[in-house]
Nanobody, 115 residues
């Protein structure tokens, strides 16, 4: 079992920055990759960025050059710069354990970007 707790969301003006954090606990040794997803009101959940245990990263085209994902031991971060109103969503932390094909999710943190 893996537990994920996010923090760092909030309200920010367009062009501003926020840093999200996600702390993993439990069987963290089993995690192959961690990432951030987001879900805007009335829309499907979408991938924002992922990072593997080897440090490989992947970003959605909409956030490339603005967001940076990083990982330190059991914590994954999402540095979000030059935020836009369309970045407004609930952001969820994800941990993937490939061996047992399980995805763990945090409770989500709200990010609101005002224009």
């Amino acid at each position: 079992q893996v537990q994920l707790v996010e923090s760092g969301g909030g309200l920010v003006q367009a062009g501003g920055s926020l840093r999200l954090s996600c702390v993993a606990s439990g069987s963290i040794f089993s995690i192959n990759a961690m990432g951030w997803f987001r879900q805007a009101s009335g829309k499907q959940r979408e991938l924002v960025a992922t990072i593997t245990s080897a440090g490989g990263t992947n970003y959605a085209d909409s956030v490339k050059g603005r967001f940076t994902i990083s990982r330190d031991k059991n914590t994954v971060y999402l540095q979000m710069n030059n935020l836009k109103p369309e970045d407004t969503a609930v952001y969820y932390c994800n941990a993937a354990v490939i061996r047992v094909r399980i995805n763990y999710w945090g409770q989500g943190t709200q990010v609101t970007v005002s224009s």
